[in-house]
C-alpha cells in the first residue's frame, strides 16, 4: 500500500475508499475492556467482557460480548497453561450497564442498568439485576420505582458498586433526588395537592455540576440497595453538606462496631470547577458506621476524615484482612494531573502514613512515581495482603508494578522486552491477568502468576491478538538547548515512532503525521490506537509525542510546563518530529500534525511558529485562547495554573492576567499560519468551549487560509461517539491528500 500511495492523487474517490478499509481494519476486532478469575488447582476461567465498535449502520454501535475463557494449569505447581479455549460466548448491543461488581465468593453478579424513561422527560430508569452464578436465579428490583434518588453515577468518576461482607446488600452512589418545583401559574388554578415542599418560582433554577460527561451529577449520595425479594430496600445512607460522595467501598467485615463504608467525598465549591480528568480537586476520605446513630434526630450520619488536608485523594481499597486500606494522594489544586502518594490508613490504630511518595525527577530506567486516572481494580491485593499490584504509567509506557506496603518498594512486573501498555483487570491467589497492546498488537488478555515474572514468558496469552504491518520504537529525546537554558533543559522526554512495515528498505519518502497528546499532564502510552494504526496503513508514518509535562516521568518534569505552555512543549513536538524525519524516510513536503484539547492547542502552535514546516493540521476541539475561554470553560483554574497563574477560586480576573494567557495561546501567531486546517468541534463540549475553534476558523477564512470546520452535534470532548471516530478519520486523511504545497514565501 506504501508505494502506491501518491498514486491516490489522481484518485481522490480510490483513496477515500482506502481510508475507509484501513479504519475498518484497524477496528475489525473486540477490544478486551474487563475479566476476572476463577482459580482452582486445575485451571484459571475467566469470565471476560470485550466491546467492538460497528459502522456498517445510520449512527454505529457498540456490541459488547462476554465470554468464559478456560486453560489448565501445567507444570510445576501449575504455574504454566494449556492452550486456553472459548467455553461461552454471548454478545449482546442493547443494554447500557451503568456499574456491575461481584461478591468476594464470586457466588453473585450484580449490575445497574439504565433505560430511557417513557415519560419524555429525558430522565433513565436504573434497575438493578443480581444473579447468583452457580443457579443461574436471577433477582431484579426497580431502583428507580423506590424513587429513593436520581441517576446513578457510572465507574467514570464517582460510580462504585459493592457487596457488604455478608452478601445481603449493595452500596452504590447516585445523585441526590432532585426537590420538587413547581410554577407560579400552575395549569389549574386552585389545585392544592402539590407537597408541602416544593416551592414555586424554583422549575428552572440552576445547578452547577460537575462539568464534562458529568452534567447531570450536582451532589451525590451513597446508596444501600437490600437486594433479596424477601427484605428489598433502597435507602440513602449518606448524604453530606457540600460534598459529592463516591467511590464507595465496603468496611472490613471484622469490625466489631458493625457496618462500616469508607468514602472519598469532593468539595462543591463555588463556583464548581469540572472533576473528569481532574485528580487535583480537593477532597477527602472519609469513613461511617451506618449503625452510629447521630446526636440529633434526622441529622447526617457520624462520618470521619481519615485523610490529610489540602489534599486529594482517591480510589480506595482494603486488603484482604481488612486491617490496611490504601487510597492515592496529590496536593490539592495545581496542575489537572500529577505524581501521587500511596497512603496507607491502619484500620485499628486509625494511624496515616505514605508508603510510596512522589518522584520528582526518576533515574534513567527507574520508577518514575504513581500515575493513575482510574480506580484500583476491586481486587488488586496479594493473598497475604502485603503486596498491591497495580498499573501505572512508566515514561511512554503503561506497566504493571507490585508495591510492597509495609516498606514501599515498588517493582516492576510487566517484561522490558514487551514494551507497549500493560493494564491490570484483576488479582486472585497472587495470579495477575492484565491486558496488553502495543503499536503493532491488538489488545489481548494475558495472565501471569506473580513471583516469577521476569521475563515474557511468564505472560500467557489467554485471548487472540492481531498483529498488523506496523513498526514502533520509543526514542529518548532532550530539548534543544539553543531555545531553552532553563533548568527544565535538563528534562528529558520520548516520542514513539511508527510507521508501515513495508516502509523498512523502501526508497520512497512517506508522509509523516505529528500527534502530540492533549491534556497537558497526560501521557500517549506505547499502546494500540485504532488511529495510528489506520494511519500506517495507508502509507503514513507518525510521532506520538510525550513532551515535557507529560505524566509518567517525574513531577519535575509536570512542573517545568507550567508558565511555560506555548512555548517548552511546541519545542519538544518540534524536536520530536525533526527526530522522525532523521530516523525515517519522510518527505519534508509531506508533514502533517494532528492533535485534540491541549494536543490541539499544540497543533494551532505549530502551524503558527512554524508555518512552512507543516503542509496540513487536523485539530480536534482544541484551546486557542487561554483568555477568552477562562470565564466559559468548565475548568476555569487550567487556564490560569498552565499560565503560571496563581490557582485562586475568589481571583478577579485582571488585565494583566488576561494579557499572560493570551500571550501564551495560539492566536497569537495567527497571521503566520500558511497550512489548511480542518477542524473538528463537538458541540457539546463542557471542557473546550465550541467557541475556540469556530473563532479560529472564521479568522482563518478572513485571512484566506484554506480550512473547514466539522462540527458533530451530539458529541462532546473526547470525540468518541462510534460514527464520530470513524467519520474524523476519512475526513483526516482526505483532507491531508488533498491539502496543497505550502509555500515558503
Not at 473486540?30 to 467492538?52: F, H, K, M, Y
Not at 459502522?55 to 457498540?62: F, I, L, P, Q, W
Not at 386552585?190 to 433554577?205: I, P, R, S, V
Not at 493540521?617 to 477562562?630: D, F, S, T, W
Request: one cysteine or more.
Amino acid at each position: 500500500m506504501t508505494e502506491s500511495n501518491w498514486a491516490w492523487e489522481k484518485d481522490q474517490d480510490a483513496f477515500t475508499a482506502a481510508a475507509c478499509e484501513a479504519w475498518t481494519a484497524a477496528t475489525d476486532y473486540a477490544a478486551p475492556t474487563d475479566g476476572r478469575l476463577v482459580v482452582s488447582d486445575t485451571e484459571i476461567i475467566v469470565n471476560a467482557e470485550a466491546v467492538q465498535s460497528l459502522y456498517d449502520c445510520e449512527d454505529g454501535m457498540k456490541v459488547k460480548t462476554q465470554s468464559t475463557i478456560r486453560a489448565n494449569r501445567l507444570g510445576h505447581e501449575g504455574r504454566q497453561l494449556g492452550k486456553p479455549e472459548v467455553l461461552a460466548r454471548t454478545s449482546s448491543s442493547g443494554e447500557s450497564v451503568v456499574v456491575s461488581s461481584h461478591s468476594d465468593d464470586g457466588q453473585f453478579c450484580a449490575k445497574i442498568t439504565s433505560t430511557k424513561s417513557k415519560s419524555g422527560n429525558g430522565d433513565d430508569n436504573y434497575h438493578l439485576t443480581v444473579t447468583d452464578t452457580y443457579s443461574g436465579a436471577t433477582t431484579y428490583l426497580s431502583l428507580s420505582a423506590q424513587k429513593a434518588h436520581g441517576a446513578v453515577c457510572p465507574n467514570t468518576q464517582f460510580g462504585s458498586l459493592s457487596f457488604s461482607p455478608d452478601g445481603s446488600k449493595l452500596l452504590y452512589v447516585a445523585e441526590k433526588k432532585a426537590a420538587s418545583t413547581k410554577s407560579y401559574f400552575p395549569a389549574k388554578l386552585g389545585t392544592d395537592g402539590d407537597d408541602a415542599d416544593t416551592k414555586a418560582g424554583d422549575e428552572f433554577l440552576f445547578e452547577d455540576s460537575w462539568g464534562e460527561q458529568l452534567t447531570k451529577f450536582h451532589h451525590t449520595v451513597l446508596v444501600v440497595a437490600q437486594w433479596r425479594k424477601s427484605e428489598q430496600s433502597v435507602k440513602v445512607v449518606v448524604d453530606l453538606p457540600t460534598v459529592s460522595a463516591g467511590q464507595a467501598v465496603w468496611g472490613p467485615a471484622s469490625d466489631s462496631k458493625g457496618d462500616s463504608v469508607v468514602f472519598i467525598g469532593w468539595l462543591e465549591e463555588n463556583p464548581r470547577r469540572g472533576l473528569i480528568y481532574c485528580t487535583q480537586r480537593p477532597s477527602f476520605a472519609y469513613k461511617c458506621y451506618l449503625n452510629e446513630q447521630p446526636a440529633e434526630k434526622g441529622a447526617a450520619p457520624v462520618v470521619k476524615v481519615i485523610s490529610r488536608p489540602e489534599k486529594s485523594v482517591r480510589s480506595p481499597s482494603f486488603n484482604p484482612s481488612g486491617d490496611k486500606l490504601v487510597f492515592l494522594e496529590q496536593d490539592a489544586r495545581g496542575p489537572h494531573h500529577a505524581c501521587s502518594r500511596l497512603m496507607v490508613y491502619d484500620w485499628a490504630s486509625e494511624t496515616l502514613s505514605v508508603a510510596v511518595n512522589i518522584v520528582d525527577l526518576p533515574r534513567e530506567k527507574a520508577f518514575c512515581g504513581l500515575y493513575r486516572w482510574e480506580c484500583l481494580p476491586s481486587r488488586t491485593w496479594s493473598e497475604d495482603g502485603k503486596v498491591l499490584y497495580l498499573s501505572t504509567q512508566w515514561r511512554s509506557e503503561q506497566v504493571i508494578a507490585s508495591v510492597d506496603v509495609a516498606s514501599g518498594k515498588v517493582t516492576r512486573l510487566s517484561p522490558e522486552s514487551e514494551v507497549g501498555s500493560w493494564a491490570l483487570l484483576d488479582v486472585k491467589n497472587d495470579i495477575l491477568l492484565a491486558l496488553y497492546s502495543n503499536p503493532s498488537t491488538t489488545p489481548h488478555l494475558r495472565v501471569c502468576f506473580a513471583g516469577g515474572a521476569t521475563s515474557s514468558n511468564d505472560w500467557f496469552a489467554l485471548s487472540p491478538s492481531k498483529d498488523l504491518a506496523v513498526t514502533f520504537s520509543v526514542v529518548d529525546l532532550l530539548p534543544d538547548k539553543t531555545e531553552d537554558t532553563s533548568p527544565a533543559s535538563k528534562i528529558p522526554f520520548q516520542a514513539t515512532l511508527i510507521s508501515p512495515s513495508t516502509a523498512t528498505g523502501s526508497q520512497k519518502p512517506l508522509p509523516l503525521v505529528v500527534m502530540p497528546h492533549g491534556g497537558p499532564h497526560t501521557c500517549a502510552p506505547a499502546g494500540y490506537s485504532a488511529n495510528h494504526a489506520a494511519v500506517s496503513q495507508l502509507g503514513y508514518c507518525s510521532v506520538v509525542v510525550n513532551y515535557r509535562g507529560s505524566s509518567g516521568f517525574g513531577q519535575d518534569s509536570i512542573v517545568s510546563l507550567l508558565g511555560k505552555v506555548g512555548v517548552n512543549d511546541v519545542q519538544d513536538v518540534q524536536t520530536a518530529a525533526i527526530k522522525a524525519m532523521s530516523e525515517l524516510n519522510i518527505d519534508p513536503a509531506k508533514v502533517f500534525i494532528h492533535g485534540g484539547s491541549h494536543g490541539g492547542f499544540l497543533c494551532a502552535h505549530g502551524i503558527g511558529q512554524f508555518p512552512t514546516f507543516y503542509r496540513a493540521a487536523c485539530i480536534r476541539n482544541p484551546v486557542i485562547n487561554l483568555a477568552a475561554m477562562h470565564s466559559v470553560t468548565d475548568i476555569c483554574d487550567w487556564t490560569l495554573v498552565e499560565a503560571g497563574l496563581p490557582d485562586d477560586p475568589g481571583m478577579e480576573s485582571t488585565v494583566e492576567s488576561m494579557k499572560t494567557m493570551l500571550e501564551c495561546s495560539p492566536i497569537v501567531h495567527i497571521n503566520k499560519v500558511k497550512a489548511a486546517t480542518l477542524m473538528l468541534i463537538g458541540e457539546m463540549d463542557h471542557r473546550v468551549p465550541p467557541s475556540q475553534g469556530h473563532r479560529y476558523i472564521r479568522l482563518l477564512k478572513n485571512r484566506n487560509v484554506k480550512c473547514r470546520l466539522l462540527s458533530y452535534p451530539k458529541d462532546c470532548h473526547p470525540l468518541g461517539e462510534v460514527k464520530t471516530q470513524a467519520d474524523t478519520f476519512v475526513n483526516m486523511m482526505v483532507w491531508y491528500q488533498n491539502s496543497p504545497r505550502v509555500s515558503s514565501v
